[in-house]
Structures are given as C-alpha cells and as structure tokens.
C-alpha cells in the first residue's frame, strides 16, 4: 500500500507565500510523474502543476510565474512553493502521483488527502 501525505497549507494573507509537501511511502519501486491539483469551492478539481520522473514541468495558466514544483526523488517527496498568492488560490490542495508498487511492478495512481489554503487578509 501507498500513501501520500501532505503538509504545508494553511491560512496567508494576499501576496503571502506557502510551501506545500507531500511524501510518499509504502512498497513503492519507482514514482512517474508527480503533481498538484485544487478544488476551490463550488468549482471543479484543476491541475495546479505536474513535475515527471526526469524533472519536466507543466503548470496552469492562472500559476505560472508564482509557482514552482520541484521533487526530491531520493526522499520520494514533491514540493510545490506559491509565492504572490490571491484569494483565488483559495482551495483544498490534493497532491497526485503516479506509483509502481511490489514485486510485480503494479502501476497505481495515488491521492493525498488534501490540505487547505486559505488567502485572505
């Protein structure tokens, strides 16, 4: 078994930044791509940012700029900084990886369990 566990979120004022982690652990062999999603209230899920095993990155439009993805592969760990956060950053964010697991090389994709960011004065 596989799980993520995030840290990191909590309450900034506009313009503030916040460091969000999220570590895997379990019977893992090898960790693909890695990444961030949100879901603000009344809105649908959205990815924030997606780092791959070789270190590539991709972020959301309404991101980049403020936002940096980064992985530490030898602590399986992805981090995601947010600087120059906006009330519309506002969200529960779930980190996401793609996992191969055992002895088999199962591939899972595996979910945090979400961790609030709140911006506001």
């Known amino acids: 078994q596989v799980q993520l566990v995030e840290s990191g979120g909590g309450l900034v004022q506009p313009g503030g930044s916040l460091r969000l982690s999220c570590a895997a652990s379990?019977?893992?062999?090898?960790?693909?791509?890695m990444g961030w999603y949100r879901q603000a209230p009344g809105k649908e899920s959205e990815l924030v940012a997606q780092?791959?095993?070789?270190?590539?990155?991709n972020y959301a439009d309404s991101v980049k700029g403020r936002f940096t993805i980064s992985r530490d592969n030898a602590k399986n760990t992805v981090y995601l900084q947010m600087n120059s956060l906006k009330p519309e950053d506002t969200a529960v964010y779930y980190c996401?990886?793609?996992?191969?697991?055992?002895?088999?090389?199962?591939?899972?994709?595996?979910w945090g369990q979400g961790t609030l960011v709140t911006v506001s004065s």
């Open positions: 379990g019977s893992i062999v090898g960790i693909n791509a």
């Open positions: 780092i791959t095993s070789g270190g590539n990155t």
């Open positions: 996401n990886a793609g996992v191969v697991v055992g002895v088999l090389g199962r591939y899972l994709e595996v």
